[in-house]
């Protein structure tokens, strides 16, 4: 049973007294052995916010620090996806840039990620699911460890296992990997 909203609160409160309390209740927290890391891509990659210019074209902002993080994710063999329901060529472009596979334009995540799990074998109890937004809540449901940035929307912070110290966009991947990383002994 997920921990309740209090209990994540009290969570959040103590990791900024404690982070390496924090770090150590998030790395028991993560499946042993991890199959897979899964991403949503807006509000995760992003800071949820959209630069729109006044001939329609959207883009947005990206850490490169959770791009690394990724990079070092990925050369440790550790099998990734972005999973998004924005259907934005910006998403498939930050993919293509950091080498990782993306399934976008997806309304319902549940079947796309369960089908993507099972053609490689992996187990959902083995799989990370990172996410933010009401749209996560399937995906963030049916893994083994589901994650949440630190400003994810009220409605999923009581689905996570993990709530990370840092915003999408703002750290919170690189924070993922490194833990995932550090876990395998590879950090």
């Known amino acids: 049973m997920p921990p309740s ?6 969570l959040a409160r103590a990791s900024r007294r404690s982070p390496a309390g924090w770090r150590r209740r998030a790395l028991a927290a993560l499946p042993k052995p991890v199959g897979a890391v899964v991403f949503d ?3 995760v990659f992003t800071d949820n916010g959209v630069m729109v210019r006044e001939d329609g074209v959207e883009s947005a902002y990206c850490s490169r620090f959770d791009g690394m993080g990724v990079t070092l ?21 930050r993919a293509k840039k950091l080498g990782v ?9 549940v079947p796309v990620l369960r089908d993507w799990l099972a053609e490689r074998s992996i187990e959902a109890s083995s799989c990370i699911y990172l996410g933010n937004d009401v749209n ?6 049916m893994v083994g460890c589901p994650v949440v940035v630190a400003d994810a ?7 996570a296992r993990i709530v990370l110290t840092q915003a999408g966009g703002k750290g919170a991947v690189r924070e993922l990997c490194d833990l995932v ?3 395998r002994g590879k950090g």
């Open 101 to 109: 596979p993306c399934l976008q334009g997806i309304d319902d995540k």
């Open 136 to 141: 996560d809540a399937g995906p963030l449901a």
């Open 41 to 43: 891509f807006d509000g």
């Open 5 to 10: 909203p209090a209990a994540l609160s009290e």
């Open 73 to 93: 994710l990925r050369k440790a063999g550790v099998p990734i996806l972005i999973l998004s329901k924005e259907p934005n060529p910006v998403v498939g472009a």
């Open 153 to 159: 929307h009220r409605s999923v912070v009581p689905l």
């Open 181 to 183: 990383l550090d876990a």
